[in-house]
T-cell receptor
Framework: DQQVKQNSPSLSVQEGRISILNCDYTNSMFDYFLWYKKYPAEGPTFLISISSIKDKNEDGRFTVFLNKSAKHLSLHIVPSQPGDSAVYFCAAHSGTYKYIFGTGTRLKVLA | DTGVSQDPRHKITKRGQNVTFRCDPISEHNRLYWYRQTLGQGPEFLTYFQNEAQLEKSRLLSDRFSAERPKGSFSTLEIQRTEQGDSAMYLC???????????FGAGTRLSVL
């Protein structure tokens, strides 16, 4: 039962363009959503989050959008940089301390 | 280095052996999490500690798995009678508060032969 889904295993984007990573969820009780970035041989690093009472949160080049009716969130990176090349995980939280992660999307930013 | 530290980084063991992993969280963090990650998957929640109390355990944590956090500092994850299906990356994370600020270690990669 995959409650958090990232349907695109990989994405390639030209440097300077926008990267859009998508995530869908099934549990309407999720109250907090997070994005993590992971480089090889390192643990995931927290990137940005959004509460279910908001529909947008922005931090520098990173913006997360939440569409509760569609149970969909997306991460926009603009402009994309080669250093953004990594695996991105979305995660959801439902009031306990349990986080559910998606399967990840590998982003490659081409110079 | 004030990040989350995990030891060892790699562990190769034979099926049936017991293994123990250690996690040292960021010192002021009272919340500690263990996750398991297999190839092509995201981290799967295993268990959560607030200080020394283990407050939540996943169904993934069978009776062969046990985790402790004595005195609310470092934590250990033990797997008894390892099976090949236990081969995975075991990640530890700590945080000082709620959903944000969860800091991960680099993980311990377990290979069961």
């Amino acid at each position: 039962d995959q409650q958090v889904k990232q349907n695109s295993p990989s994405l390639s984007v030209q440097e300077g363009r926008i990267s859009i990573l998508n995530c869908d969820y099934t549990n309407s009780m999720f109250d907090y959503f997070l994005w993590y970035k992971k480089y090889p041989a390192e643990g995931p690093t927290f990137l940005i989050s959004i509460s279910s009472i908001k529909d947008k949160n922005e931090d520098g080049r990173f913006t997360v959008f939440l569409n509760k009716s569609a149970k969909h969130l997306s991460l926009h990176i603009v402009p994309s940089q080669p250093g953004d090349s990594a695996v991105y995980f979305c995660a959801a939280h439902s009031g306990t301390y349990k986080y559910i992660f998606g399967t990840g999307t590998r982003l490659k930013v081409l110079a | 280095d004030t990040g989350v530290s995990q030891d060892p980084r790699h562990k190769i063991t034979k099926r049936g052996q017991n293994v123990t992993f250690r996690c040292d969280p960021i010192s002021e963090h009272n919340r500690l999490y263990w996750y398991r990650q297999t190839l092509g998957q995201g981290p799967e929640f295993l268990t959560y500690f607030q200080n020394e109390a283990q407050l939540e355990k996943s169904r993934l944590l069978s009776d062969r798995f046990s985790a402790e956090r004595p005195k609310g500092s470092f934590s250990t994850l033990e797997i008894q009678r390892t099976e090949q299906g236990d081969s995975a990356m075991y990640l530890c994370a700590s945080s000082p508060r709620g959903p944000e600020g969860q800091y991960f270690g680099a993980g311990t990669r377990l290979s069961v032969l």
